[in-house]
Nanobody, 123 residues
Framework: QVQLVESGGGLVQAGGSLRLSCTASTRTFSNYIMGWFRQAPGKERESVTT????????YYAETVKGRFTISRDNAKNTVYLQMNSLKPEDTAVYYCATVKTIIKPTLRDFVSWGQGTQVTVSS
């Protein structure tokens, strides 16, 4: 099972930016589709974005499209989430995960995930 460690969360004002990182402890990182999902207090988990094994294909939820960018560096076993134009409604714990499918993943498609990193956007 892949172990994942997220970092980069924090407190930011609305309109600001954050970059999340997630490092995987596996020798076969490039074999995995990767993604991010989030969970806000009192709300269900929400799929945010995914990226294909070589980074050539990405998917974004409508709520973040045009503001968030996912990328990966297979040489560093790391996937990134660049978040721009942040809104208070983006406040949540963000989880990096291995994913079964790239396009429109359901929450069941997220297989292994880390402990999460808190993102708080103040208005």
């Amino acid at each position: 099972q892949v172990q994942l460690v997220e970092s980069g969360g924090g407190l930011v004002q609305a309109g600001g930016s954050l970059r999340l990182s997630c490092t995987a402890s596996t020798r076969t990182f490039s074999n995995y589709i990767m993604g991010w999902f989030r969970q806000a207090p009192g709300k269900e988990r929400e799929s945010v974005t995914t990226i294909s094994r070589n980074g050539g294909i990405t998917y974004y939820a409508e709520t973040v499209k045009g503001r968030f960018t996912i990328s990966r560096d297979n040489a560093k076993n790391t996937v990134y989430l660049q978040m721009n134009s942040l809104k208070p409604e983006d406040t949540a714990v963000y989880y990096c995960a291995t994913v079964k499918t790239i396009i429109k993943p359901t929450l069941r498609d997220f297989v292994s995930w880390g402990q999460g990193t808190q993102v708080t956007v103040s208005s």
